[in-house]
């Protein structure tokens, strides 16, 4: 594999994407980022002087805010029309409701909503991602894709993609968060990456098809309101 172009980029890149995941002190960003403490911290304070990454009382890093205004400009229009619906479905099945699109050989999380009323909820944070291989977003851009565009996937995945384009919706549970399952759509939008409409939940007591047929209304919704 070829080296960066920019390695410093390329670090600086790979922190924010960590840092997707939750916050973390400057030891852990350097363990996770394989380089020494003083490589991280001045990484760190760069990102910090451009609102990219902010520290807390207790020296802990998280994303800034600006990448909540960087993040606003990808994809406005879908994540503008996606929003009211993932809200509706949100409040109506008090779950996390979320936009994911495909990048690279990854699913990331576009734009969530958590419901207004819910005694357990799952955060699904803008920004999150996991390969596309896991998880029911995956499943569901996977069954968009044609065959020869997959990554390597077993026999038992290619069963579940094959029966998401059947039944047109996909699920999962125990796979990228412990405990969680999540239940989605695919959401394919002429010239635009294949995206996914999802919940995720730690236990529902709507059933998948119930949820999965709501999520197709939006993602019908969504289509209309884009011309695609």
């Known amino acids: 594999m070829p080296a960066p172009a920019s390695q410093t980029l390329s670090r600086g890149i790979r922190i924010l994407e960590i840092l997707a995941d939750g916050p ?12 020494h403490r003083s490589i991280a911290y001045r990484l760190l304070r760069t990102l910090e002087d451009h609102r990219l990454v902010a ?7 998280a994303l800034g805010p600006r990448m909540a205004a960087l993040a606003a400009g990808v994809a406005h229009d879908l994540q503008a029309e996606a ?6 479905v949100a409040n109506e099945f008090a779950l996390t409701a979320f936009l ?7 699913v990331i999380t576009l734009t969530s909503v958590e ?6 909820g799952v955060a699904q944070r803008p920004g999150t991602r996991h390969p596309v291989t896991a998880g029911a977003p995956g499943r569901a851009i996977l069954a968009q894709l044609p065959d020869a565009e997959w ?6 995945l290619r069963a579940e993609v094959l029966r998401t384009r059947t039944d047109g919706y996909a699920t999962s549970h125990d796979e990228v968060i412990r405990s969680v399952g999540a239940v989605a759509v695919p959401l ?3 010239g635009r990456r294949p995206a996914a409409l999802a919940v995720v939940h730690m236990a529902s007591r709507h059933p998948d098809a119930a949820i999965a047929a709501r999520l197709r209304e939006s993602a019908t919704a969504i289509r209309e309101a884009l011309g695609g």
């Open 83 to 88: 929003l009211p619906e993932l809200t509706a």
């Open 100 to 106: 994911a699109v495909l990048d690279g050989d990854e």
């Open 55 to 61: 520290r807390d009382a207790a020296g802990r890093a």
């Open 115 to 120: 419901p207004r009323h819910s005694v357990v």
């Open 188 to 190: 394919a939008l002429r």
């Open 24 to 35: 973390l002190s400057i030891d852990e960003l350097a363990a996770r980022l394989e380089v």
């Open 151 to 156: 990554p390597d996937v077993s026999d038992a």
